[in-house]
């Protein structure tokens, strides 16, 4: 899995992206991040990526040319593989979301700044437009971490085991289950007598019971109506 990021700070994002499991997954070649700074496709003479906006008002604008230039010169004209810019003004993105982008063999994305992108990168370059919340970051880099480590957490391989994502939360609809431990019992807070029976049967169904009663009790808006009434004891 190949992501291209295209940034105005790309060394933003190196600290996370050389830790932990991301490290890795480079690292046996699971997976490829490549950060390109949009300002080497700048002609200007000060490398200016930005300019006031057509019609007033405060901010800058990230301009057109060195965008299109950096992308297309990167991934060819037209782009090869999705163009996603990073945005609050996109589509909400969900477990569904980060299945959906993981069957993809390259993902390019695009992290604005400022007051955002010029309407031309949006309607003649970017094919998908992303948000991670109804709120405003400083710019796109956080936005493209979370896509990129959510992606690569579906990537086979990344995470070791190869059902290591599948009763993650969200990713069966459901919050997951509770986790405990070594010690079984700390502070008199006892492992829950279930988990320590050896009975895979029954660890199953308390796992799918709790999940399901965490569900209803924090994000009731993800279940159906079935769901919705299931009691619990």
């Given at each position: 899995?190949?992501?291209?990021?295209?940034?105005?700070?790309?060394?933003?994002?190196?600290?996370?992206?050389?830790?932990?499991?991301?490290?890795?997954a480079?690292?046996?070649?699971?997976?490829e991040?490549?950060?390109?700074?949009?300002?080497?496709?700048?002609?200007?003479?000060?490398?200016?990526?930005?300019?006031?906006?057509?019609?007033?008002?405060?901010?800058m604008?990230?301009k057109?040319?060195?965008?299109?230039?950096?992308?297309?010169g990167?991934?060819?004209?037209?782009?090869?593989?999705?163009?996603?810019?990073?945005?609050?003004?996109?589509?909400?993105?969900?477990?569904?979301?980060?299945?959906?982008?993981?069957?993809?063999?390259?993902?390019?994305?695009?992290?604005?700044?400022?007051?955002?992108?010029?309407?031309?990168v949006?309607?003649?370059?970017?094919?998908?437009?992303?948000?991670?919340?109804?709120?405003?970051?400083?710019?796109g880099?956080?936005?493209?971490?979370?896509?990129?480590?959510?992606?690569?957490?579906?990537?086979?391989?990344?995470?070791?085991?190869?059902?290591?994502?599948?009763?993650?939360?969200?990713a069966?609809?459901?919050?997951?289950?509770?986790?405990?431990?070594?010690?079984?019992e700390?502070?008199?807070?006892?492992?829950?007598?279930?988990?320590?029976?050896?009975?895979?049967?029954?660890?199953?169904?308390?796992?799918?019971?709790?999940?399901?009663?965490?569900?209803?009790?924090?994000?009731?808006?993800?279940?159906?109506?079935?769901?919705?009434?299931?009691?619990?004891?």
């Open positions: 899995m190949r992501f291209d990021v295209f940034s105005l700070f790309p060394e933003s994002l190196l600290p996370y992206l050389k830790s932990s499991i991301l490290k890795r480079a690292q046996q070649g699971l997976i991040v490549r950060l390109h700074n949009i300002r080497h496709w700048a002609t200007n003479r000060h490398r200016m990526t930005d300019d006031v906006p057509y019609g007033g008002g405060s901010g604008v990230m057109p040319e060195p965008i299109f230039a950096a992308v297309e990167v991934l060819g004209t037209p782009p090869n593989g999705p163009v996603i810019l990073m945005t609050p003004q996109g589509r909400p993105f969900t477990q569904r979301v980060a299945a959906e982008l993981a069957q993809h063999p390259r993902l390019a994305l695009l992290c604005g700044h400022y007051e955002g992108v010029d309407e031309r949006r309607a003649h370059l970017v094919t998908d437009e992303i948000s991670i919340g109804d709120y405003v970051l400083t710019g880099e956080l936005a493209a971490l979370v896509v990129i480590d959510a992606v690569s957490r579906l990537t086979p391989g990344v995470l070791g085991a190869e059902d290591g994502a599948q009763n993650d939360s969200h069966t609809g459901l919050l997951e289950y509770p986790h405990y431990t070594r010690p079984a700390f502070r008199s807070w006892r492992v829950p007598d279930v988990l320590l029976s050896g009975n895979h049967a029954r660890i199953a169904h308390w796992r799918q019971e709790q999940a399901l009663k965490r569900t209803r009790e924090r994000r009731p808006d993800l279940l159906d109506e079935s769901q919705q009434q299931t009691t619990y004891k």
